[in-house]
T-cell receptor
Framework: GESVGLHLPTLSVQEGDNSIINCAYS??????FIWYKQESGKGPQFIID?????DKRQGQRVTVLLNKTVKHLSLQIAATQPGDSAVYFC?????????????FGRGTSLIVHP | DVKVTQSSRYLVKRTGEKVFLECVQD?????MFWYRQDPGLGLRLIYF???????EKGDIPEGYSVSREKKERFSLILESASTNQTSMYLC????????????FGPGTRLLVL
């Protein structure tokens, strides 16, 4: 999961395994959450989002779970593939006026071994 | 597809120089953002803008300024570059109106000597 410090948390898995990446968010007023994937040399890309009125949302091979009680978010990747190797960021969004202010987690590095 | 472009992928500047980083998005997005990304620290918000000529400070605005004269363009300015501003700079845009998925550019890796 994500943590304080200069070293990026790393999750190593074998190809075909399921991966779970965790994120603790800080603001109980946050009501919109996004997971991003950042491959080497690229900017982050949207994977999946969830609003606070939900506790689970599924996409293609990915599922996001939200536990507002403990302010915890997780990203589950089914049948992980080498192409899933990247840094994953969670972002919590807090409403401010007509839009949202995002706060990003520090990221988790996912390494998938063939 | 939304495209966010940044003027340079790599930039080397000297301490004290004025540095301009340009960002352009082609999808008529209301919101634009500048982040810096450092190892182990994730993305930190420098400035953002909700509209033309409008700007708001993010978490780490010191040493930076921004300009948004046109909707599609958001510039980050380092008035007097310092070595601690060596970093990866990422620009992003979002549609606005609570559609807050951000679309990121490829980043500019800035080295200040």
């Amino acid at each position: 999961g994500e943590s304080v410090g200069l070293h990026l948390p790393t999750l190593s898995v074998q190809e075909g395994d399921n991966s779970i990446i965790n994120c603790a968010y800080s603001n109980s007023a946050s009501d919109y959450f996004i997971w991003y994937k950042q491959e080497s040399g690229k900017g982050p890309q949207f994977i999946i989002d969830i609003r606070s009125n939900m506790d689970k949302r599924q996409g293609q091979r990915v599922t996001v779970l939200l536990n507002k009680t403990v302010k915890h978010l997780s990203l589950q990747i089914a049948a992980t593939q080498p192409g899933d190797s990247a840094v994953y960021f969670c972002a919590e969004n807090t409403a401010s006026g007509g839009s949202y202010i995002p706060t990003f987690g520090r990221g988790t590095s996912l390494i998938v071994h063939p | 597809d939304v495209k966010v472009t940044q003027s340079s992928r790599y930039l080397v500047k000297r301490t004290g120089e004025k540095v301009f980083l340009e960002c352009v998005q082609d999808m008529d997005h209301e919101n634009m953002f500048w982040y810096r990304q450092d190892p182990g620290l994730g993305l930190r918000l420098i400035y953002f803008s909700y509209d033309v000529k409008m700007k708001e400070k993010g978490d780490i605005p010191e040493g930076y300024s921004v300009s948004r004269e046109k909707k599609e363009r958001f510039s980050l300015i380092l008035e007097s570059a310092s070595t601690n501003q060596t970093s990866m700079y990422l620009c992003a845009s979002s549609l606005g109106s609570r559609q807050e998925t951000q679309y990121f550019g490829p980043g500019t890796r800035l080295l200040v000597l």
